[in-house]
């Protein structure tokens, strides 16, 4: 009865193809995130979804592309991978926006490029 | 612009004696201020939060102080246990997203 689950676990891929992540929450949370963690832990946010809209897009690559089908499922589609994209990509969800509600964290998925 | 600074990066203590993490934030309209705890190799989960109408909270070990007026929080663990070893993050809102600290690897010493 994992809260919010992300597949794949691990991801090992040669630069230049595309890979997609999949996230889904079964808190009923109205909000969803996709963070980026590199190698030195920092933690920082890619993108966030209210209830299917997108309210925050960082300064991702346009190579990124979320997709929200519906407040339950927010995936990542990546084009186009490069060696800087190596990392750990974790989704979370929240009830409401980010301001005052803890956000609640999938186990990530490790993107190693080749 | 919005930023969290937390210190300090690295922090190795003895094993019972205490450890103290700080963080200060630059948005003085933040009112939400959320610890996490990452252990190695998993995902980082909330352990203690405080709201900016109360100046403590405790929860058995752990507690958390917040001074809205110098724009810091803290976290303090007491009587640290070989499972306190982890890297802890803060964090505030800012305009639009939650902004991290840039983590605390916490060392327990034996």
């Known amino acids: 009865d994992t809260a919010v689950s992300q597949t794949p676990k691990y991801l090992v891929t040669q630069m230049g193809n595309d890979k997609s992540i999949k996230c889904e929450q079964n808190?009923?949370?109205?909000?969803m995130y996709w963070y980026k963690q590199d190698s030195k832990k920092f933690l920082k946010i890619m993108f966030s979804y209210n209830n299917k809209e997108l309210i925050i897009n960082e300064t991702v690559p346009n190579r990124f592309s979320p997709k929200s089908p519906d407040k339950a499922h927010l995936n990542l589609h990546i084009n186009s991978l490069e060696l800087g994209d190596s990392a750990v990509y974790f989704c979370?969800?929240?009830?409401?926006?980010?301001?005052?509600?803890?956000?609640?964290f999938g186990d990530g998925t490790r993107l190693s490029i080749l | 612009g919005e930023n969290v600074e937390q210190h300090p990066s690295t922090l190795s203590v003895q094993e019972g004696d205490s450890a103290v993490i700080k963080c200060t934030y630059s948005d003085s309209a933040s009112n939400y201020f959320p610890w996490y705890k990452q252990e190695l190799g998993k995902r980082p989960q909330l352990i203690i939060d405080i709201r900016s109408n109360v100046g403590e909270k405790k929860d058995q070990r752990i507690a958390v102080t917040l001074n809205k007026t110098a724009k810091h929080f803290s976290l303090h663990i007491t009587e640290t246990q070989p499972e306190d070893s982890a890297v802890y993050f803060c964090?505030?809102?800012?305009?639009?997203?939650?902004?991290f600290g840039k983590g605390t690897r916490l060392h327990i010493l034996p």
């Open positions: 964090a505030a809102p800012g305009d639009d997203k939650i902004i």
């Open positions: 808190l009923g949370h109205d909000t």
């Open positions: 979370a969800s929240s009830q409401g926006d980010h301001s005052n509600q803890p956000q609640h």
